[in-house]
């Protein structure tokens, strides 16, 4: 079977861009390392204006075909993993940052699933708290500490070059599919965590005015994990009978399929 080229699953999303060049430019490097399609959330300038086409260079086509949407979510329909880029380590993302070299091992291990996701932000602001909220990742790039801040398209070049290495070693073909159930998309795994942090707060174990502290690290733990629909599903059902339980002292009947061998 002839091997299919898993850059093409690779979404560039930008969020809130300012700078027509600087979209003109990271069509130019999706173009350079073969990535899949771009997503413009709320641009502030058209990514077909003439800055943006001049510095596309080849990725003119791109440019045309970008997705324009409002929100993060809309951007990141149709996906199985997410890794947001921030120039901020810290206690806002509750998790280990990743360095572009282990975002890039993480992420190729998703290809095999479908579509994943690069994030990056204004050239401000950068990604905001609820952007890094919707990501299963976060990526920082090493730069020195006096100005750490790179330019976008910058950006977007050392995160692709990393991901193009990585999967050009893993040699994904159309066999190399998993043989399981469906994988849990982002929109599953957002559904996901709205009930478990329902069921969390429910029973009093999250603190309501830092939700976050506690859900994003519960977020890269499932991320991680790689959840099935099925598996999801489970857990979606877990938490639905904890809330139940601790608000009526009752539960509903076990969904039956809970009982049934995950093998059959």
Excluded at 38 to 63: F, K, N, W
Excluded at 164 to 170: L, N, R, Y
Aim: glycine share 6%; net charge neutral.
């Amino acid at each position: 079977m002839a091997p299919t080229n898993p850059m093409h699953r690779v979404r560039i999303v930008l969020v809130r861009s300012q700078i027509a060049g600087n979209i003109g430019a990271v069509a130019r490097c999706m173009e350079n390392f073969g990535a899949g399609g771009l997503y413009l959330v709320a641009p502030r300038v058209s990514p077909t204006s003439r800055e943006a086409m001049q510095r596309s260079t080849h990725g003119e086509h791109r440019l045309h075909a970008a997705r324009v949407v409002e929100t993060v979510a809309a951007a990141l329909e149709g996906t199985v993993y997410a890794v947001g880029t921030s120039r901020r380590p810290g206690p806002v993302h509750q998790a280990d940052d990743l360095t572009p070299r282990q975002m890039a091992a993480t992420l190729t291990g998703r290809l095999a699933d479908g579509q994943v996701a690069l994030l990056f932000g204004s050239e401000d602001n950068g990604l905001a708290r609820e952007d890094l909220l919707a990501c299963d990742a976060v990526v920082v790039i090493p730069a020195a500490p006096g100005y750490p801040t790179l330019n976008v398209s910058h950006a977007v070049a050392i995160c692709l070059y990393e991901v193009f290495v990585a999967a050009a070693a893993t040699r994904h073909t159309d066999a190399t599919v998993r043989k399981r159930s469906e994988p849990a998309d982002l929109a599953m795994m957002n559904r996901l965590m709205d009930k478990l942090q329902h069921a969390l707060r429910t029973i009093g174990y999250l603190r309501p005015e830092k939700p976050d502290h506690l859900m994003f690290p519960i977020r890269a733990i499932l991320s991680r994990a790689g959840l099935t629909r099925a598996e999801a599903q489970i857990l979606m059902g877990l938490a639905q009978q904890i809330d139940e339980f601790a608000k009526y002292g009752t539960r509903t009947e076990a969904d039956p399929r809970l009982d049934s061998d995950p093998q059959a």
